[in-house]
């Protein structure tokens, strides 16, 4: 069975993630949901906070778990035994960056990349417009799991 691993910082997950969740679960024998470290992002959640809300999104994935980490991502990959990083697309920007990444990350350790494009309901859903919504009193309700909104509405 394959291996493949979801990165990202998941401040907060959202309905967007729980999607490719469920559609990367279905598609591989186990699936890591890694959050890791990304200095050039700003976070509400503590590492402890994101995994604990992670933790609740894959519980109803029996071959889904959660991981962290530091550093590369594709040495992560490596020390796992995953073969594949699992990535969500949203728009024609999304793919620029990501593609590159993906070429550089399958050149420097062989790791492939699968990208899912987002449902088209998710596209327009992103960690950060959900903070600056809720940090300015606006209902993000349908955009997050209620877990996650009631730790966002008890954040703010």
């Given at each position: ?84 990083i699992v990535k969500g697309l949203r728009s024609a920007a999304d793919y620029d960056y990501e593609l590159q990444m993906a070429q550089l ?52």
């Amino acid at each position: 069975m394959s291996k493949a691993v979801f990165p990202g910082t998941f401040d907060p997950p959202t309905v967007g993630h729980l999607d490719i969740v469920t559609r990367a679960a279905a598609a591989f024998g186990e699936l890591i949901v890694a959050t890791g470290v990304n200095q050039s992002k700003n976070r509400l959640f503590g590492p402890q906070e994101r995994i604990e809300m992670l933790t609740e999104l894959v519980a109803p994935f029996p071959n889904a778990r959660v991981g962290t980490f530091d550093g590369l991502l594709v040495d992560y990959c490596r020390a796992e035994g995953a073969g594949v990083i699992v990535k969500g697309l949203r728009s024609a920007a999304d793919y620029d960056y990501e593609l590159q990444m993906a070429q550089l990350n399958r050149r420097m350790t062989g790791v492939d990349t699968v990208f899912l494009p987002t449902a088209p309901e998710n596209a327009f859903i992103s960690s950060s417009w959900v903070k600056e919504i809720a940090r300015l009193g606006g209902d993000v309700s349908t955009f997050v799991t209620p877990a996650v909104h009631a730790r966002l509405l008890a954040k703010l």
